[in-house]
């Protein structure tokens, strides 16, 4: 049951597109949410369909919508399968859901794409003109739980080496597991966290010199998904 909001003329829009940026992004608009007792909700867009994802994109949906249920979200939206413009799509939300303020990153555009194509905030403005806009600053790269900084997330694959699992970027019939993995900035070894899905849950764990810190973790599920089959 959604918790009764005292002010239903102010409503918040996230809007997340890609990368780790969007849990913090999420977590502004819930903390702008929660100063005016409003509605939020959560918009993702994609052109491509939802079957087409790749792990590290259904790992950062599966976040979001955590967040979304933690923070008692109104919806968290996913329009996929996209073709319209993204800043038509987006007016298109906050027409449905009465939007008046909307929390988002920087776009990525360079000065030239901005000249030819126009400024992302300025054809998003012709499209919903009553709405305040927030442009959030966004870092190119993932803070650790303890300050650490992490490069941008790659793909790789676990393979069973004695008592752990080593981590390897080449698929083989060996691998045990897919995930994604964010290397330490700084370090000339594989040491970070390698982030995995499994039963619709989302898993961390630390990645010593390329060997998983706590390979328990990694045991108990595919444990589980060997008693499955």
């Not at 997340?16 to 992004?25: A, I, K, M, S, T």
């Not at 987006?90 to 990153?105: F, L, S, W």
């Not at 706590?214 to 008693?227: M, N, S």
Request: with cysteine; glycine share 6%; proline share 2%.
């Amino acid at each position: 049951m959604k918790k009764i909001r005292g002010r239903m003329d102010e409503s918040i829009l996230v809007c997340v597109f890609y990368g780790p940026n969007g849990e913090r992004l999420i977590n502004r608009g819930n903390k702008l949410a929660t100063m005016l007792d409003c509605p939020l909700y959560i918009l993702t867009v994609d052109s491509r369909s939802v079957d087409e994802f790749d792990a590290e994109k259904i790992s950062y949906i599966e976040r979001w919508r955590e967040l979304a249920e933690e923070y008692d979200a109104e919806e968290f939206i996913v329009r996929d399968n996209e073709k319209r413009p993204t800043a038509k799509v987006i007016g298109d939300v906050a027409h449905d859901c009465n939007i008046t303020q909307i929390v988002m990153g920087q776009t990525a555009r360079s000065r030239w794409e901005e000249i030819t194509k126009g400024s992302f905030l300025n054809l998003l403005l012709r499209e919903i003109p009553f709405v305040d806009l927030h442009v959030v600053s966004v870092a190119r790269t993932v803070k650790g739980v303890e300050g650490d900084e992490f490069e941008k997330g790659v793909r790789c694959y676990l393979m069973k080496d004695d008592d752990s699992y080593k981590v390897n970027f080449t698929q083989s019939k060996n691998c045990q597991l897919e995930g994604i993995f964010f290397k330490e900035i700084g370090t000339d070894f594989d040491n970070g966290i390698f982030k995995f899905m499994h039963d619709n849950k989302i898993y961390q764990v630390e990645v010593t010199e390329d060997r998983i810190e706590l390979p328990e973790i990694i045991d108990e599920c595919l444990g589980k998904e060997l008693v499955k089959k």
